[in-house]
T-cell receptor, first 114, second 114 residues
Framework: DVKVTQSSRYLVKRTGEKVFLECVQDMDHENMFWYRQDPGLGLRLIYFSYDVKMKEKGDIPEGYSVSREKKERFSLILESASTNQTSMYLC?????????????FGQGTRLTVV | AQKITQTQPGMFVQEKEAVTLDCTYDTSDQSYGLFWYKQPSSGEMIFLIYQGSYDEQNATEGRYSLNFQKARKSANLVISASQLGDSAMYFCAMREAYFGKLIFGTGTRLQVFP
């Protein structure tokens, strides 16, 4: 069974803290994505990676960075958390086995910055 | 820049009736893919259906069909014979050809009533 696992379901952090959100997939997928989901705004792409050590900015990369040192793991880093980064964060992965290959999602991490 | 637009924040439909969820997209790519996902209140993202830009036939998967009108850049989801379990958020997404970047719309909340 395919699996994308996010390290935490709920997280509470203080303003200014450095926050790491971890995502692991067991499907040997080339592509991995980080989104944030906010009511009325849908899923907005923060960063994605199409290979190990490769990354591309999405639509809202400001205040975030990412790391992909191994194929199965894609980390999202909030360098200095702020209250406007309180959100639901979704990780996804997708293989390159054909154009119709769908993305698989983790269960999400609800981050609250206080 | 690529963009997905879902203009219906919310839709209501009676059980057993058909419903169309609108999606328009903007891209300069010739090759791209369009996806629909369902997100129930539990939060998981469930892949429903895919349409490739070169596919001449509209995609169908059970009660789901995709009304693809390439010239109008629309990819509407049609759910036939709605069920109470279809109540959820529905997201339209587009994959670009080059890096496989996957972007989403703002979503439509569908509520099915008896």
């Amino acid at each position: 069974d395919v699996k994308v696992t996010q390290s935490s379901r709920y997280l509470v952090k203080r303003t200014g803290e450095k926050v790491f959100l971890e995502c692991v997939q067991d499907m040997d997928h080339e592509n991995m994505f980080w989104y944030r989901q906010d009511p009325g705004l849908g899923l907005r792409l923060i960063y994605f990676s199409y290979d190990v050590k490769m990354k591309e900015k999405g639509d809202i990369p400001e205040g975030y960075s990412v790391s992909r040192e191994k194929k199965e793991r894609f980390s999202l880093i909030l360098e200095s958390a702020s209250t406007n980064q309180t959100s639901m964060y979704l990780c996804a992965s997708r293989g390159d086995r054909g154009p119709n290959t769908e993305a698989f999602f983790g269960q999400g991490t609800r981050l609250t910055v206080v | 820049a690529q963009k997905i637009t879902q203009t219906q924040p919310g839709m209501f439909v009676q059980e057993k009736e058909a419903v169309t969820l609108d999606c328009t997209y903007d891209t300069s790519d010739q090759s791209y893919g369009l996806f629909w996902y369902k997100q129930p209140s539990s939060g998981e993202m469930i892949f429903l259906i895919y349409q490739g830009s070169y596919d001449e036939q509209n995609a169908t998967e059970g009660r789901y069909s995709l009304n693809f009108q390439k010239a109008r850049k629309s990819a509407n989801l049609v759910i036939s014979a709605s069920q109470l379990g279809d109540s959820a958020m529905y997201f339209c997404a587009m994959r670009e050809a080059y890096f496989g970047k996957l972007i989403f719309g703002t979503g439509t909340r569908l509520q099915v009533f008896p």
